[in-house]
């Protein structure tokens, strides 16, 4: 095994910048993720092949769609499969960016988008949600649940930041500390909140365990507006978070304002993460394996790893929402099959950690 | 460069969490000298060496780098000018030894631009001096204590500051490399840069150092040149050992110790 990691360093671009085989991987990867997507359409109860689905797109673009294409498979690819896909595909993405960027600058590789209590937040905002809707309140906005996790997200993500701020340099561990008391609050809140939902309490759990059914392109167009910018915007700040990496004194040595890099970098990948949260539940894992399977593969430099673990994120929860979607008799919420595969992986991961660190 | 003004130090005091760690600390620096930081574990030597890079702030008093207030300067001006290697790093992620020294060029390269072959020389110039070359490739959390400790010197020279800030740096260093490491830096000073090295061996503060400063309890016990203020009355008093100060034939100072 050492041998294999060794020949890995030796493989990966020695020098920084210089990075030939890294962009050759991005290239591979957003050709794979294209083709994946195109194959997922086509799967499902209609099988639809990838050239019908080449062709239904192209005539939404203004091409002639041929009479041979049965006159219902437009709508079944284009109002049902794709806005399902591409949800799944930024959320997937989205939360992989962010797990980067959380292990980066916490300094702590097994720490996740989650961390600081985003998820608890959301889930807490959408629990009130769905208990006002139960209770026949019924709220003007069209996207309820969605606007009450953003805002809770949002929330808790402030209540964490104003807990950790007493120490300037926001030290990953006070924010670590803060974002796990804050969380077991909102759990706390979230029983009190099934409780009261009494026998209605299944809307809230279906909630909680994540998915992608029924998704339209509002809420892609909302997970879009949200991942794609930071997700470019963290990759410009790849170095610094590369350098901070080795703690506070270096970097600030080397010229990095520590504080307020991590307070806005920890911002913009939040506001990514309570996007994807807020659209489709929690999802687990992702966030925290996608990361550390392309660290292992193509080492830790940030600009490599923040667009290929983008792509490889997308992949992942395409894949896993194709296989709840299409191979599965029932459909097992996405989040449940996210901790199903991804537990016993990062259980692997941990197990390997430990026994490097004690070799 | 010789006899201009590096840093000084008006009254300074700092304390963590009201507990005084530095007290009325009034000093002046020379550019170009190798300056010793001494004292016993806890007299607040590390303090210093952050309040010296800016990372942290005095309570009261001032601190000036070449005339200006060191915290009216931004980073990245500083970072071109002063360079600090800490005591303790987090290595959390397998970067390779090249990667982590071309790190140090970073205040050096403008956004969106790759190092510039430039860049590389002085990284492979660095790793040489310093004896890492043959470990170029390999994970800094594969190496031993001494060898993450060059790498780290190796970083901060590549960044080419006129300033450098040594914390403990040769503590966990080989002989040879400890006294490659302290030539290195005193070549440095030769060429006009300006060390300060908190350091625990004497002799070492003896066959280098021009000057050296004495913290003992946070206070600054004695500031002067190194041969004059270095004796046995001095390790007597802030260490409470025993020792003889020994004149070798070539006009150098040594100290020698009594174990019993």
């Known amino acids: 095994m050492n041998q294999s990691l060794d020949k890995n360093n030796s493989s990966r671009s020695s020098h920084i910048g210089s990075d030939g085989p890294g962009i050759l991987w991005l290239f591979i990867l957003i050709g794979v993720l294209g083709a994946a997507m195109i194959f997922s359409a086509g799967l499902g109860y209609i099988e639809i092949s990838p050239k019908e689905i080449v062709q239904i797109i192209a005539a939404q673009l203004g091409r002639h769609l041929p009479d041979s294409i049965d006159a219902s498979y437009p709508f079944v690819i284009m109002e049902v499969r794709l806005p399902r896909i591409f949800t799944a595909v930024l959320v997937g993405g989205g939360l992989a960016v962010a797990g980067c960027i959380f292990q980066s600058l916490l300094q702590n590789p097994l720490a996740d988008p989650y961390t600081l209590g985003i998820s608890s937040g959301a889930a807490f905002g959408a629990s009130i949600a769905i208990l006002l809707l139960i209770v026949g309140i019924t709220l003007p906005a069209p996207l309820v649940i969605p606007?009450?996790?953003?805002?809770g997200a949002l929330l808790t993500l402030l209540a964490v930041f104003s807990l950790a701020a007493p120490s300037t340099r926001l030290s990953s561990n006070s924010l670590i500390l803060s974002?796990?008391?804050?969380?077991?609050?909102?759990?706390?809140?979230?029983?009190?909140?099934?409780?009261?939902?009494?026998e209605q309490v299944n809307a809230i759990i279906f909630w909680l365990m994540g998915s992608f059914i029924g998704k339209d392109w509002s809420d892609v167009l909302l997970l879009?507006?949200?991942?794609?910018?930071?997700?470019?915007?963290?990759?410009?700040?790849?170095?610094?978070?590369?350098?901070?990496?080795?703690?506070?004194?270096t970097s600030e040595s080397l010229g990095i304002d520590t504080g307020r890099v991590r307070r806005f970098v920890l911002i913009i990948a939040s506001l990514s993460t309570s996007g994807c949260v807020a659209v489709s539940g929690i999802i687990g894992f992702v966030g925290l394996i996608v990361p550390h399977f392309v660290r292992m593969i193509l080492g830790p430099s940030n600009r490599l790893l923040i667009p290929c673990s983008f792509l490889c994120g997308c992949l992942l929860l395409?894949?896993?929402?194709?296989?709840?979607?299409?191979?599965?008799?029932?459909?097992?919420?996405?989040?449940?099959?996210?901790?199903?595969?991804?537990?016993?992986?990062?259980?692997y991961i941990f197990r390997k950690t430990q026994l490097q660190r004690w070799r | 460069m010789e006899g201009r003004r590096a840093w000084e130090l008006d009254n300074v005091d700092f304390s963590y969490n009201s507990a005084p760690c530095l007290e009325h600390i009034s000093l002046s620096l020379d550019s170009g000298c190798f300056y010793g930081l001494l004292g016993p574990n806890g007299s607040g030597k590390s303090t210093l060496i952050d309040l010296l890079s800016g990372y942290l702030k005095p309570d009261t008093g001032a601190?000036?780098?070449?005339?200006?207030?060191?915290?009216?300067?931004?980073?990245?001006?500083?970072?071109?000018?002063?360079?600090?290697?800490?005591?303790?790093?987090?290595?959390?992620?397998?970067?390779?030894?090249?990667?982590?020294?071309?790190?140090?060029?970073?205040?050096?390269?403008?956004?969106?631009?790759?190092?510039?072959?430039?860049?590389?020389?002085?990284?492979?110039?660095?790793?040489?001096?310093?004896?890492?070359?043959?470990l170029a490739q390999r994970s800094i959390r594969k190496l031993s204590g001494g060898e993450t400790q060059r790498v780290m010197i190796a970083r901060a020279l590549v960044q080419d500051t006129d300033f450098i800030l040594l914390d403990?740096?040769?503590?966990?260093?080989?002989?040879?490399?400890?006294?490659?490491?302290?030539?290195?830096?005193?070549?440095?000073?030769?060429?006009?840069?300006?060390?300060?090295?908190?350091?625990?061996?004497?002799?070492?503060?003896?066959?280098?150092?021009?000057?050296?400063?004495?913290?003992?309890?946070?206070?600054?016990?004695?500031?002067?040149?190194?041969?004059?203020?270095?004796?046995?009355?001095?390790?007597?008093?802030?260490?409470?050992?025993?020792?003889?100060?020994?004149r070798v034939a070539d006009g150098s100072v040594h100290l020698s110790f009594k174990y019993q």
Request: aromatic share 6%; proline share 3%.
């Open chain 2, 63 to 134: 601190i000036r780098l070449q005339g200006q207030s060191l915290h009216s300067l931004k980073r990245s001006e500083l970072a071109t000018v002063l360079t600090v290697v800490p005591q303790r790093f987090a290595f959390n992620f397998d970067f390779n030894v090249y990667e982590t020294v071309m790190m140090g060029r970073y205040p050096h390269i403008p956004r969106f631009s790759s190092p510039t072959q430039d860049d590389h020389l002085r990284v492979s110039e660095s790793l040489a001096l310093l004896d890492i070359d043959h």
């Open chain 1, 318 to 347: 395409l894949g896993a929402d194709t296989v709840t979607r299409v191979m599965l008799p029932t459909e097992i919420p996405i989040g449940v099959l996210t901790a199903l595969i991804g537990g016993p992986l990062f259980c």
């Open chain 1, 179 to 198: 974002g796990i008391i804050v969380s077991a609050i909102l759990s706390a809140g979230i029983s009190l909140i099934k409780f009261l939902a009494d």
């Open chain 1, 224 to 249: 879009a507006v949200l991942v794609m910018p930071s997700t470019v915007i963290l990759m410009l700040f790849a170095r610094e978070m590369d350098i901070m990496t080795f703690g506070d004194r």
């Open chain 1, 147 to 151: 606007s009450f996790a953003f805002a």
């Open chain 2, 168 to 246: 403990e740096v040769t503590a966990n260093l080989d002989i040879n490399h400890a006294i490659a490491i302290m030539q290195t830096m005193k070549a440095l000073v030769d060429k006009g840069k300006t060390v300060v090295a908190a350091l625990h061996d004497l002799n070492m503060a003896l066959s280098f150092c021009d000057q050296v400063m004495v913290l003992d309890g946070g206070r600054l016990h004695q500031h002067g040149i190194a041969a004059e203020v270095i004796n046995d009355e001095l390790v007597a008093d802030i260490y409470q050992v025993a020792s003889e100060v020994i």
